[in-house]
């Protein structure tokens, strides 16, 4: 199983970027999807999921109110709005997707990720 993220770029701060993630290969059945970020040097940080079950979601603090998680679960396709992006957002955007049910803000809860799409904030 593999996921594909893109929709990552260069943009100023201030601007707004719509990452999207989908699988490719072997279909799979995920009960709720994340996205994570890592900047060099950091470890990956949680920053938004959505249960398929019921819709629900759940945000960092860092990004809650600029970010917003959606997506479809019969299709384990999910995207991540991001607006008044801010320098301190640039790193790599990685998107996973968890067979059971688990604590949604942990790596190791995730069975299957995306290669990652960077993303660049300028000031």
């Given at each position: ?28 059945s995920s009960v709720y999807m994340g996205w994570f970020r890592q ?60 067979g059971r049910f688990g604590r949604w803000r942990f790596v190791n809860e ?14």
């Open positions: 199983v593999q996921l594909q993220a893109f929709g990552g770029g260069l943009v100023q701060a201030g601007g707004s970027l719509r990452l999207t993630c989908a699988p490719s290969g072997r279909t799979f900047a060099p040097g950091k470890e990956r940080e949680f920053l938004a999921a959505i249960m398929w079950t019921d819709s629900s979601t759940d945000y960092v603090d860092s990004v809650k109110g600029r970010f917003t998680i959606s997506g479809d679960g019969a299709k384990n396709t999910v995207y991540l709005q991001m607006n008044s992006l801010k320098p301190e957002d640039t790193a790599v955007y990685y998107c996973a997707a968890a995730y069975d299957y990720w995306g290669q990652g799409t960077l993303v660049t904030v300028s000031s």
